[in-house]
């Protein structure tokens, strides 16, 4: 079954806080009984895959200050079909920011969310469940904007929180904060 990669890193997954355990749960039964979970056609939601990207060092992470959403938020999009979220966050994060080389820090689960998407033209209200992992640049990460965004940025630690995130980002961050101290550099993945 093209489910059960993503209910195997599912289940190896601990979430953080009891928000992060009601999403993990709330995805599970998702990719659980719908077949067609990681099509965009599926108009009730849909697996989408995000990037939290570091920079060389893990000093700073890649931001997007998205243009539908109007919010600064991690890269990452839809499945379209991808079972192997891994592949869609990775495709997604370079689509997004012209890089080429960004690379997993671990093939493991790094966050999960849920979380509504409004209505937009002809496209109804839907659901992202959206499975995030922890990338980093092998490069000089210089970027290039895509049309999805309005802007992106390598931000600080200190600058994130005065962007204003919502509350996944603000979990993320306190994640980087903590896997901070243990992070190799690039050079030595």
Known sequence: MHREPLLRLLAAYSPLDPAEWRAQAEIVAFVREQSDCFSRALTIGHITGSAWVLNRDGS?????????????????????????VLSVALREACEESGLSDIVPVTPEIFDVDVHIIPARGSEPEHRHYDIRFLLQVLGDGCFQVSDESHELAWVSQKELLGLNPDASVVRMHGKWLKRREGLRPAAAL
Do not use: C, I, N, P
């Open 60 to 84: 700073r992470v890649l931001l997007t200050h998205h243009r539908k959403l109007g919010k600064w938020l991690q890269l990452g999009g839809h499945a379209d079909g991808d079972s192997d």
